[in-house]
């Protein structure tokens, strides 16, 4: 079985189950918006939001969602006890991994559809200005927090401590695309848009992304080896 | 190693009294006069931590790659001494900062990146005590990334222009001013050999510790 059928098979693996019970990404996208309404709550002012924080809010929404949706797709690996399963298959481990990793950046892309309309409409923010730079720059953001995380969240299964962890590890490294995301969109959100700073953090996050990937797919076997 | 231990240790203590007598004897900055001085000691720990972490980072790939655990204990010992460095830059870093620019911290690329990447290795730490069975293999993957990450901290400078001095400053001053690139060579050494020295301290401890283990298992499997 070649290496992308493999990736593909986990991917329609996860995404089956998500569609019978919907419940990471029902949970997900609730956890959210109610993240959202919490940072309306603190930075509408007198019936006006604070200037620029459309940027920041959207970014830390993903962010949080995507740590719960990180910690919940293993968590189920290791309550149907499948993970020595899917480990044991004569399966490139590198194609276990870019399968989980599609499927998280799948989960957080279908929040992401929710969380931009609504920013847009909550904050007043001129999101829509650049839809295509937009989407390059939180599709980037998502890869690149997606594929340490996913690395991360594999090797935490067998941890006790998994839920404290993950956090802990997972956002002092991704700070670099977590700075490019929210310095990119609002770059993007400014009136006129500052179209060259947005692409300058395209680029960066490109890198990162590279970086990242590559380093996941370089450690994800010997980590995972017991 | 034991042998060189010796003679590193007291290399270090005499680079180190004699640095103050270097450091004096360069001229003086021409703005910021003696408040400048504290750039010695602001480089050359950041250069120790610089060599902190790339320890840390390979001695994490050599252990997840060759399973050695002498590999594991290097990685440690460059965690702590990443964190010890990167503490020592940011306070002298902070306390430059207040004279310099009139302020203790400025959210600039490089400050922040650095801030990071300390939280990395605090983040090391807490995986290594908490993470339970097998944390050795988290932590060496925390390793790794956290290694990735910091040429990312030093070019972040040259993307995102701040106050922060650029890193061709330090480059121009061997032609500019020798007698401040003299001195700064020479704290950059003596810290180099200071880490070399703890270093070394911190993996011999943690050898013993790991023997002592081992002592306690062949101990409780007799019969």
Redesign the interface.
Known sequence: MSFATTAFLVLKKDFTIEVKSGEILYTTLFFAVSCVLIFAIAFVREGQPVEGAGAGILWIAVLFAGNLALGRTFERERYGETVRALLLTPAPRAAIYVGKLLGIVALLVAAECLLVPMVAFLFDAPLFARPLLLAAILGLGTVGFASVGTLFAAMLVRSRTRDVMLPILLYPITVPVIIAGVLGTSALLQSPADEPVALLWIWLLVSFDVVFVTLALWTFEPLMTE | MRKLFAPLLVLTAVMFAYAPVVIANTRYESTMFLVQKIFYFHFASWMAWAAAIGVCGIASAVY??RADPRGDRLAVAGAELAILFGAFGLVTGSLWGRKAWGVWWQWDARL??AL??E??FV?YL??RK??????E??A???G???A??TP?IYK?VD?WRTIHPQTSVVRNLGETAPDMYGAMLFCTVAFLLLFASLLTVRVHLESRRAELDRLYLALEDQP
């Open positions: 997840l790659f922040t990146m990071m990447a939280l990395i983040g807490l995986v908490y993470g339970g069975p097998g944390a293999k988290l060496a993957g925390m790794i990334f956290g990735a990450t990312f972040s993307w």
